[in-house]
């Protein structure tokens, strides 16, 4: 039986899951709509996993460490185990994943990974903080991956959404080498001082947009046809990825990262890696995501 943990105020219900400290539903009070994907596994099973260690893919799944290669699965192992789960109240919990030995055989460094959900009005906010325990430097890529629902209402098509920065953007996206599971050094125009796009299921045929260098702080899933919208707050992050499974519509991934895939011809090691976060040994790192629902 998997456990459930239920945070609640006026505004919201979110239901998480200990492993991967993931979001199962976001509730609105006023319309009983759940805001998050509905976990479909047909399509994609999960709905918010927390990269760690490393964001995307690695090169034949291969991570080098001091010399050393490891085996590591696309957006690192804490998707796939327990967090412990300390409920602070009916708006807070924490949940804290540390290393163990079978961490430690993909994973050579120790850790303390704390990620913490707070109900603040519309808002949930979820704060991603690691201390290093090691007593050397240790390094990884970490990101958000929540899926939304889109369309919020099964009346409607996902045609009539779009997702809106916060600021005109003139961006390039990345091309991916799909075959080699890598990004490549190639860019094409993306937005060209331009704040929205609308959701077409031909922007994901290559998979996921992968972005940087972003002014915004923030970006907006909104529709046409009503006022209902969720909204992204993603200060301080270094990439967005965005995506959405290739069939059938139904789900949209808003997705701030410090850093993104191997390259496709990447031969380096962790440390080496573009977006990589270096810590000292005591150091502390945070990043706060936020999702913000307006019904």
């Known amino acids: 039986m998997k456990e459930m943990i239920t945070l609640k105020n006026e505004f919201l219900e979110v239901t998480l899951e200990n492993k991967g400290a993931e979001i199962i539903k976001i509730v609105g009070q006023n319309d009983r709509i759940n ?3 509905r976990r479909d596994p047909i399509q994609w099973g999960s709905s918010a996993p927390v990269l760690f260690p490393i964001v995307g893919a690695l090169q034949n799944n291969e991570c080098r460490i001091d010399g050393k290669t490891y085996n590591m699965n696309q957006h ?74 889109c369309p919020f209402m099964d009346n409607e098509s996902s045609n009539d959404y779009y997702l809106e920065f916060s600021e005109n953007e003139t961006l390039d996206r990345k091309v991916i ?39 915004s702080n923030k970006i907006a899933l909104k529709s046409l046809n009503h006022d209902k919208s969720l909204i992204v707050h993603m200060d301080k992050f270094t990439h967005l990825g965005i995506w959405a499974a290739k069939h059938v519509g139904g789900l949209i991934a808003i997705e701030p990262w410090f850093g993104h895939s191997d390259y ?24 706060v995501l936020k999702i913000e629902i307006n019904q």
């Open 35 to 37: 805001y998050m994907w």
């Open 264 to 287: 496709d011809d990447f031969k380096g090691e962790l440390k080496d890696k573009e977006g990589v976060i270096t810590l000292k040994p005591n150091e502390v790192f945070e990043a």
């Open 177 to 215: 080498n799909l075959e080699k599971k890598g990004v490549t050094h190639e860019t094409v125009p993306f937005l060209d001082n331009e704040k929205r796009f609308f959701i077409r299921q031909e922007l994901f045929s290559n998979d996921t947009i992968i972005l940087q260098d972003f002014k």
């Open 76 to 149: 690192g192992f804490s998707r796939h185990n327990e967090y412990n789960a300390n409920q602070i109240s009916d708006q807070e919990v924490i949940f804290t994943l540390t290393s163990n030995e079978e961490i430690i055989k993909q994973y050579p460094y120790l850790f303390k990974l704390e990620v913490t959900y707070r109900l603040v009005k519309n808002v949930v906010e979820c704060n991603f903080k690691v201390t290093n325990v090691d007593e050397k430097e240790i390094y990884f890529q970490i990101g958000g991956h929540p899926a939304f629902a």
